[in-house]
């Protein structure tokens, strides 16, 4: 199975900031890595697809990057309503897997 | 508007048994890929199970396998999960979730979800 590896657990961060996030995937993946976006007691949502590719709809100040194993979620001027949890997934093989999220928490 | 809507989530013993349900509307279910994705209270996504468009091709976590049976009836633009022998660790919210990209395999579109509660 494909580990993928999330980092911070934790970012605490003021409206204004540029916050990233870092995804390692445990083998190499091509480019078939997404973004969601969850707020509490609702289901996620799609923020970014094949790495880089912005869901419609989704503001700009969202951009996603990397290849193979490696890939970055960054929100470049956060705003309020982006305090959430954020989870990868890697869509190459099955089973398909989640990183284990990434809590932006109002500093 | 497309939108999925779960049921069928509710109370079980372990050992028992569940169906879970999963209706479609606002685009045509039978030519999109689907799945099943679970979020155990107080933690991340977990992957379950996945059907391709014509339910000719499925595939399940390995700590479903065995347990959980994904279907669908196009007809009725509708998604199920049949899980047997529940287990405690099987407590989560299940969420369906429409499959796009490579293999269907990313999800695009969310039900609210439905939540699955296993005593021992």
């Known amino acids: 199975d494909i580990q993928m590896t999330q980092s911070p657990s934790y970012v605490s961060a003021s409206v204004g900031d540029s916050v990233t996030i870092t995804c390692r995937a445990s083998q190499a993946i091509g480019s078939r890595l997404a973004w969601y976006q969850q707020k509490p007691g609702k289901a996620p949502k799609l923020l970014i697809y094949?790495?880089?590719s912005l869901k419609f709809g989704v503001p700009s100040r969202f951009s996603g990057s990397g290849s193979g194993t490696d890939f970055t979620l960054t929100i470049s001027s956060l705003q309020a309503e982006d305090f959430a949890s954020y989870y990868c997934?890697?869509?190459?093989?099955?089973?398909?897997?989640f990183g284990g999220g990434t809590k932006v928490e109002v500093k | 508007e497309v939108q999925l809507v779960e049921s069928g989530g509710g109370w079980v013993q372990t050992g028992g048994s569940l169906r879970l349900s999963c209706v479609a509307s606002?685009?045509?279910?039978?030519?999109?890929?689907m799945n099943w994705v679970r979020q155990a209270p107080g933690k991340g996504l977990e992957w379950v199970s996945y059907i391709g468009s014509s339910a000719t091709s499925t595939s399940n976590a390995d700590s479903v396998k065995g347990r959980f049976s994904i279907s669908r009836d196009n007809s009725r633009s509708s998604l199920y999960l049949q899980m047997n022998s529940l287990r405690v660790e099987d407590t989560a919210i299940y969420y369906c979730?429409?499959?796009?990209?490579f293999g269907g395999g990313t999800f695009d579109v969310w039900g609210p979800g439905t939540m699955v509660t296993v005593s021992p």
């Open positions: 979730a429409r499959g796009v990209g």
């Open positions: 094949t790495t880089s």
């Open positions: 606002g685009f045509t279910f039978n030519t999109y890929e």
């Open positions: 997934q890697q869509s190459n093989t099955f089973p398909l897997t």
